[in-house]
């Protein structure tokens, strides 16, 4: 079998595909139609960053088995045209890690001994210790804003110099944060005024985008210092300006970036600032690890075993694969409602599945909705293989329960966690052509609607005139709601559920309206 191997790989990668039996060409610099003209002559295609693995690529790659991105994600890889074809598609996921938390861990102490200015000053041939006094990281407070596998690394090289650490993830759990020597916090709010210095280690998403602003920095002690090695925009750079300035931040260190390449940014010329061009991955060993990593990730699908990086590999029986396909996009699509449902730590789930799906073997559909739960609050990228895994380095625990009783539904999932008294649930069926998920419990309340991007749950009391004033509020927002469904309960409580879907986010401000207006004694704003 032949690899092709696009872009510069590591040699001892490159030795051992040959080592193994595998015709491997290398051939870099290759333009979009040279590959596509090529590539029908490959089983393996091996790219980094720069080669783009298109659904023009892989359609003519006939002879495709398994395509490998040596580094972190696989942005550059048409995976569902790959899925399509029956071609795996890896990564190297953990090559990077440790290079990743170093440069954290560099850019901390060059930030704070102000290392950069030190050495531009005597390039110049100047002398002058006193401009250049910093500070020490013993006994001092780090914030850890993700405790994910980088945060964590980052974790145990700070508790070497002494520091005292403190975190914040809501789905990292108390002992995974314990065991890592850190005290965890449940709010921003509570960690940023006693931190000396801030790094964060977060994917970018809704939440995490802008996380830190004018509002942030203004109740961060004052001079402190800021690292992000992690992904761009989770600080606000251009808010971040006048705090450098004043001096409430004493110094900041970026290595990403919202848009790369980046030659300007807010940052750029300032004093107190180190900017470097995402070096988190530039290293020799990540190169090396991500090189041997790919090579034997590609050896291990092309001989048809288990690929533990695998985006797209489910290894199940053809009559359960067929049985539980309908309801693997429902539990992930419950997890990530579930996950923005739940306004505190995960630490366990209950998966319940009834009627026919009971008779099968579910645990797929367990590793689905552990991957809409993780999929947009982990730094690591989550797919069916490593899902479960994520959950044990996080101290999430998943039951499944089967149920073979039949209702109205022939079939149907539900999630369940409990949020200290707070019971937290969610259930579906499936249904049409595209077997499309319908939610039909939350808060064990009965409903029946199919989720679309945005969707807005709402508890309030029931009485005449509530959902016109959430029309009337909504509409002079100019929000459309395009469906809803009023929840029940087998019991009358006075209080009911609104589940709709509306065309646009609701800001704050709307919420805060709607509270006023309608009475709103609980409510969420969810995006799929």
């Known amino acids: 079998m032949r690899v092709l191997i696009a872009e510069k790989l590591a040699a001892s990668g490159i030795k051992l595909l040959e080592e193994a039996g595998l015709a491997v060409d290398v051939r870099l610099g290759m333009s979009p139609e040279e590959l596509v003209e ?31 991105r040596a580094g972190v994600g696989v942005d550059n890889v048409d995976v569902e045209a790959a899925t ?56 001092k407070t780090l914030a850890i804003f993700g405790l994910g596998r980088i945060g964590g690394l980052v974790a145990q090289r700070a508790a070497a110099f002494e520091m005292q650490l403190i975190g914040y993830d809501p789905y990292c759990s108390a002992e995974r944060a314990a065991n890592l020597g850190v005290t965890k916090f449940e709010t921003i709010e509570e960690i940023l005024p006693l931190a000396d210095f801030i790094t964060v280690h977060l994917p970018k998403n809704k939440e995490t985008l802008g996380m830190f602003g004018s509002r942030q920095y203004a109740q961060m002690k004052d001079g402190v210092y800021l690292v992000n090695t992690a992904r761009g925009g989770i600080y606000n750079l251009a808010e971040m300006v006048e705090y450098l300035q004043n001096g ?20 750029h010329g300032l004093d107190k600032v180190i900017l470097t061009p995402h070096l988190g991955a530039s290293t020799v060993e990540a190169q090396e690890r991500a090189g041997v990593q790919i090579a034997e990730y590609v050896l291990l699908g092309l001989s048809n075993k288990m690929v533990p990086t695998a985006v797209n590999v ?23 409602i579930l996950a923005q449902l739940s306004r505190e730590a995960i630490s366990s789930v209950e998966l319940t599945v009834s009627g026919d799906l009971a008779e099968y ?43 073979r009783r039949q209702d109205e539904y022939t079939s149907k999932a539900s999630l369940l966690t409990m949020n200290g008294s707070q019971r937290v649930e969610v259930g579906c069926t499936t249904s049409g052509p595209l ?20 969707v807005l749950v709402m508890k309030y009391e029931d009485t005449p005139g509530k959902l016109g004033r959430i029309g009337t509020v909504l509409g002079n927002a100019n929000i459309n709601i395009s469906t809803m469904e009023i929840g029940t309960l087998e019991k009358v409580t006075g209080e009911a559920i609104v589940l709709m879907n509306v065309d646009d986010p609701v800001p704050p401000e709307v919420y805060d309206e709607l509270v006023a207006s309608v009475g709103v004694t609980d409510g969420w704003f969810i995006e799929l």
Not at 100 to 114: F, T, Y
Not at 314 to 336: Q, R
């Open 435 to 454: 077997t499309e998920p319908r939610i039909i419990s939350l808060f064990d309340y009965k409903l029946d609607l199919i989720p679309r991007k945005y």
């Open 248 to 267: 409430k931040i004493a110094g900041a260190a970026i290595d990403v970036y919202e848009t790369e390449p980046c030659t300007s940014s807010p940052l």
């Open 361 to 403: 073997d579910v645990s797929l559909l367990g590793t689905a909705a552990l991957r809409g739960i993780f999929s947009q609050h982990s730094d690591d990228p989550v797919n069916f293989v490593n899902a479960n895994y994520i959950a044990e380095q996080r101290g999430v625990s998943i039951t499944i329960t089967k149920e």
């Open 38 to 68: 090529v590539i029908p002559n490959y089983e393996a295609l091996i790219v980094r960053s720069a080669t783009r693995a298109t659904r023009e690529v892989i359609e003519a790659g006939t002879s495709l088995r398994i395509i490998g």
């Open 84 to 139: 399509e074809r029956g071609i795996i598609v890896c990564n190297a996921p953990t090559s990077n890690v440790v290079s990743a938390a170093e440069q954290a861990m560099c850019l901390l102490l060059a930030s704070a001994r102000k290392t950069p200015e030190a050495n531009a000053s005597m390039q110049k041939g100047e002398w002058n210790r006193a401009a250049f006094t910093g500070n020490e990281l013993y006994q």
């Open 314 to 336: 489910k290894l199940v029986p053809d009559d359960v694969m067929s049985a539980v396909t309908p309801y693997i996009g429902a539990c992930e699509t419950l997890g990530v």
